[in-house]
């Protein structure tokens, strides 16, 4: 063979291995994905989606078709994108049914934000999975801030966020140090949040985030306020509270230990370790010694800091120890309004003890409740009757009590207009937890402050730092009406004297399932929010 042709079929035979090899290369560095855009890590799928899909999660494939349908209707008109940033996949079937009532809101808040004619920019929402305790938020998060700089995507809000998990804060200081403004619909963790300075003069931590729920340290001071009148002893409480690292966990316990009560002290914290959010580990034996050491002080008030699933288990055991037939009231934050969902028939039974009576009843400072308008109205007409001999006119109604409510009327008939036109949720969303109420409000929060800013051309798009300095002019007249209460942002972003919903869980006296009772409202600063919702001066 000639020497040329020898050449000619070595060098073809070479560049055919590297081409193999490179093929081969590819596919094993090819990241294995779940579908386009969303890539499989540790079992997980991970990424941003707006076009329906459902991240193995059944419970919430057809809200997210909903959602994707919703996106379709707006492609042809100016827009922007927010991002929905949760975690969206679950062994757990009472936590995916949760994840079923945040994107019902999510949805509904996105039709609301949307109605509007002439009121650019609509909202496409998208939902981003940033796995189980938002332990692959870096990944999610890199995607979110491409798309912020994506003249195509024009991201210029994540909302979300249901966990105060170092890694939830990880994703808000990363996004915020990249001017993507933020707004928190359902963390409560006060460590995620910006303080307010004196006299408004605010110097943020996370610039360009806003809260829509109260802080932890808020809820303890509203319970407090409510409970005041029930003259509750220091030697009659007991802080009960978890000690694995958890932003929720810490500041409630420390909200908690900060309630002033009068008289001698009562029996010393009892700590707890619980191995994650969602598992019990040894929780239970725990709770059995923390049990009887309970029965054996005068405490009849425990402050639980800990999370929901935990909270049940320890329910559980203080009614099964007995302690010589007591009621203890059990006092928690704003992650037991999934609790009652948890509930067991079994478990009722054992609330109520072989003889009837109730042993045990949770009470928590919920977000918002469904019943929490109407009842303080009616409460508040009554008042008014008795010293003024007369109905009130609509015009002498507190508005912090009809504005929500009317916000809440609205919610209702947009749920009944949507299965009137059949659009599927996957089920008729269930108002009593809260969720959906919440992440409601924080898209109309977010659509609120887009028309606001929004003038002129109505191709163009808001910056997103112009998003970010837009949260704090959102109050007095520009107060949102949401449907958990006027929503009025400080300087900081944060809601100011937000009403927490007190709320109980009782077992009653007879079979079969407990009731969600609404006690009252209770208020950070110990009163209403101000006329029009005024934010006062604060000097040191």
């Not at 035979?13 to 294995?32: E, Q, R, Y």
């Not at 969303?38 to 899909?53: A, F, M, N, S, T």
């Not at 307010?196 to 806003?210: E, H, I, S, T, V």
């Not at 949401?482 to 869980?505: F, H, R």
């Amino acid at each position: 063979m000639p020497r040329w042709k020898k050449f000619l079929y070595t060098l073809l035979i070479t560049v055919a291995a590297v081409a193999a090899g490179w093929f081969g290369w590819s596919l094993l560095m090819k990241p294995d994905t779940c579908t386009d855009g969303i890539e499989r890590i540790g079992g997980e799928c991970i990424g941003v989606d707006g076009e329906g899909y459902d991240f193995g999660t059944p419970e919430i494939s057809a809200v997210a078709r909903a959602i994707a349908e919703e996106n379709r209707k707006i492609e042809g008109q100016p827009h922007v994108t927010v991002a929905m940033m949760l975690p969206l996949q679950s062994d757990k079937p009472a936590l995916r049914r949760q994840m079923r009532s945040d994107l019902q809101g999510a949805y509904l808040g996105q039709l609301q934000a949307n109605e509007g004619e002439g009121e650019p920019p609509k909202i496409r929402l998208v939902l981003a999975n940033p796995g189980r305790d938002y332990r692959q938020q870096a990944k999610v998060v890199d995607t979110l801030l491409r798309m912020a700089a994506s003249p195509e995507d024009r991201l210029r809000a994540v909302t979300g966020f249901n966990l105060s998990l170092d890694s939830t804060e990880d994703a808000v200081r990363r996004l915020t140090d990249h001017k993507v403004p933020v707004l928190a619909s359902r963390i409560s963790g006060d460590q995620i949040a910006n303080q307010d300075g004196a006299d408004g003069m605010a110097k943020p931590r996370f610039p360009g985030l806003a809260r829509i729920i109260p802080t932890n340290g808020d809820a303890a001071q509203a319970l407090a306020d409510f409970n005041g009148d029930r003259g509750r002893e220091n030697r009659k409480t007991v802080l009960v509270h978890d000690t694995r690292p958890d932003n929720y966990n810490e500041s409630l316990a420390k909200a908690f230990s900060g309630i002033e009560e009068k008289g001698p002290p009562g029996p010393a914290p009892m700590p707890f370790e619980s191995p994650a959010i969602d598992e019990a580990g040894s929780t239970g034996n725990q709770f059995t010694q923390i049990a009887n050491n309970i029965c054996d002080s005068d405490a009849d008030t425990v402050y639980f800091a800990g999370r929901t699933l935990h909270l049940r288990i320890f329910a559980l055991k203080l009614a099964q120890v007995g302690c010589e037939n007591r009621h203890y009231t059990i006092v928690s934050g704003s992650d037991a309004a999934s609790l009652r969902q948890d509930m067991k028939e079994k478990d009722w039974e054992q609330l109520r003890g072989t003889d009837g009576k109730a042993r045990v009843t949770v009470q928590y400072a919920a977000p918002a409740h469904p019943e929490a308008w109407t009842t303080e109205l009616a409460d508040w007409t009554r008042s008014w009757q008795r010293t003024h001999h007369r109905r009130p006119t609509a015009n002498e109604l507190p508005q912090y009590l009809t504005e929500p409510k009317a916000a809440l009327d609205g919610l209702r008939n947009l749920i009944e207009s949507t299965r009137r036109q059949g659009v599927d949720l996957g089920s008729t969303p269930d108002l009593e937890d809260s969720r959906t109420m919440l992440v409601h409000d924080g898209l109309v929060t977010i659509g609120t402050a887009l028309h606001q800013m929004q003038s002129g051309n109505a191709e163009a798009v808001p910056r997103l730092e112009d998003v970010g300095r837009e949260w704090s002019q959102l109050q007095s007249r520009h107060r949102v009406h949401g449907t958990s209460g006027l929503i009025c942002l400080t300087s900081g972003g944060n809601a100011y004297d937000k009403p927490v919903a007190v709320v109980e869980l009782d077992p009653g006296q007879q079979s079969g399932r407990g009731k969600l009772k609404f006690v009252g409202l209770g208020w950070p600063t110990g009163r209403e929010q101000p006329k029009n919702c005024v934010i006062p001066s604060r000097t040191p």
